[in-house]
């Protein structure tokens, strides 16, 4: 079990967790991404990812029979799929606009929603059935993909088709959701770091001009809509994968070349950061900061910096070569670059082809080395409880912090291990609830296929991949809550919640 610890918050206040507890079962997850659903003729649009009505609806009704009638099942973020449309619309002043921040207004953002719902009807249902049945809780917290959510009509129109009773069904405008016992806090994740998701102002992410309210559009939708949708089109698996430069490798083999696009040093900025916090989340525990890297070198190199810290294995390595030839390094700060060296130390220590970034000299060594990545979280965590408590949402820290986004599962770490402070809470990601398979799972796949790269994404589909769905489930507790994560896959026949998907 794990054994949450005591806690402070840097100098804040000491608390009681004497009334840390919970008799119901409480269950985390995220990313359906419920989208544009069917194409006139009747086919999965290729966008489409959530296809998996039936086993959602068997995945509703076993959480309902194991909590007993009295399950809380909190869907945390990008329930839907609302950045990408069928139609060009929600793009202000227009789409060849080089300043195109302007994001759905109310009206648009209903209309989007509207024609999502009317081909996910069934989970609809199945949500409805769920949330009157006993004294069970659907709580929706909106992400980067359905921030739209966060207009009041756009929430009226998802519970009025949900149908269930008020008390039962909520989509929460505060962007999180935190445990009546307050210690469990939830949030999808895109607004961790400088991420290149996050929304200013959140959860208020809204540009009004000429009177007419927008939401914001992240640099990450303009790189989904400029970038992904024409490959996904084409490939509809190239987002399924745990980690996106997989996917986009793949898609370069399989396009045998590609044109460059703006924006291409910060989308693999963002693709290896994420990769390095996973690592770090990985390898947790053992020594951080055992190298001085001369990132002032490294930074020289340009988008070649990038490009080097990708192993020559990896199939988004030829895609980088092309499209960061000439490419600046897009924003990148010195510690995320020492982050990214610590990931190439530890994949070329694993035995992947890939250069160590150059050591610096004494004199050019900063004082300090750390993990970028874990500085990142902990300050995150430490400033989401002091936003808690300065809001008054909260008198105590929370002992597990419970993200998706990355579709990325990750069953949990403790990122203030080791730093001395009494406050040591968990951290662990939902995953997605979707189809989604890691680069040996495909590379399996493939294998078993007898396909080569370049025509593994023309012939795989998503109903090709494993079928399992990733859930964080807290049973009840009466102290400290323990948590695991499960996948809904069937075993022996049988659909079950069970171990791991991956």
């Not at 086993?55 to 990408?84: C, H, P, S, Y």
């Not at 390898?283 to 002032?296: K, N, P, Q």
């Not at 990733?470 to 079950?496: C, E």
Request: charged residues 25%; contains cysteine; aromatic residues 10%.
């Amino acid at each position: 079990m794990k054994k949450l610890l005591g806690y402070t918050v840097l100098c804040v206040l000491a608390a009681s967790v004497g009334n840390a507890a919970s008799n119901r079962l409480l269950v985390l997850i995220s990313d359906t991404h419920f989208g544009p659903g069917r194409d006139a003729n009747g086919a999965w649009n290729p966008m489409e990812d959530a296809r998996w009505a039936p086993e959602f609806d068997a995945f509703l009704k076993e959480i309902d029979r194991q909590g007993k009638g009295a399950t809380d099942l909190v869907v945390n973020g990008d329930m839907f799929e609302l950045w990408q449309s069928v139609f060009e619309d929600c793009i202000y002043p227009n789409a060849a606009h080089p300043d195109r921040n302007l994001g759905c207004t109310e009206k648009d953002a209903v209309a989007r929603l509207e024609r999502t719902l009317k081909d996910h009807g069934p989970e609809m249902a199945s949500l409805r059935e769920f949330a009157v049945s006993g004294d069970n809780r659907l709580i929706i917290v909106p992400g980067n993909h359905d921030a739209v959510l966060l207009f009041p009509k756009v929430a009226k129109t998802l519970l009025a088709r949900i149908g269930a009773p008020a008390e039962r069904a909520s989509v929460l405008a505060q962007g999180y959701w935190l445990s009546p016992d307050q210690q469990i806090y939830a949030e999808h994740g895109h607004q961790i770091g400088e991420e290149l998701n996050r929304f200013d102002g959140w959860p208020r992410p809204f540009i009004t001009v000429k009177k007419t309210q927008y939401i914001q559009r992240p640099w990450g939708e303009q790189m989904v809509q400029q970038f992904y949708n024409d490959y996904e089109k084409k490939y509809p698996v190239i987002d399924n994968f745990t980690d996106d430069s997989i996917g986009l490798g793949y898609g370069f083999a399989a396009e045998g070349k590609v044109g460059s696009f703006a924006g291409g040093a910060r989308f693999f900025r963002m693709a290896l950061f994420q990769m390095s916090l996973q690592q770090f989340a990985r390898s947790l525990g053992g020594e951080a900061g055992t190298h001085e890297w001369d990132v002032d070198k490294e930074a020289l190199k340009g988008g070649r910096f990038l490009v080097e810290s990708i192993p020559e294995d990896d199939p988004a390595r030829a895609l980088a070569e092309q499209v960061l030839t000439g490419a600046d390094l897009g924003g990148m700060t010195p510690d995320e670059m020492r982050d990214i060296c610590d990931h190439r130390q530890e994949l070329a220590t694993a035995g992947r082809p890939v250069q160590p970034c150059a050591t610096a000299t004494a004199g050019a060594a900063a004082e300090k080395t750390f993990r970028s990545a874990k500085e990142v979280m902990t300050k995150h965590l430490t400033e989401t409880y002091e936003r808690l408590r300065a809001s008054g949402a909260s008198s105590q820290p929370f002992q597990l912090f419970v993200y998706g986004h990355t579709h990325n599962a990750n069953a949990g770490f403790q990122p203030f291990a080791g730093s001395g402070s009494s406050w040591n809470p968990w951290v662990a990601n939902t995953g997605a609830w979707q189809r989604i398979v890691s680069k040996e799972q495909f590379e399996k796949l493939i294998a078993s296929r007898k396909l080569s790269a370049n025509e593994a994404l023309k012939v795989i589909q998503p109903e090709d991949l494993p079928a399992c769905y990733d859930a964080l489930v807290v049973p009840p507790y009466r102290s400290d809550p323990d948590f695991q994560l499960k996948g809904w896959q069937m075993v022996d026949g049988k659909w079950t919640l069970g171990g791991k998907c991956r």
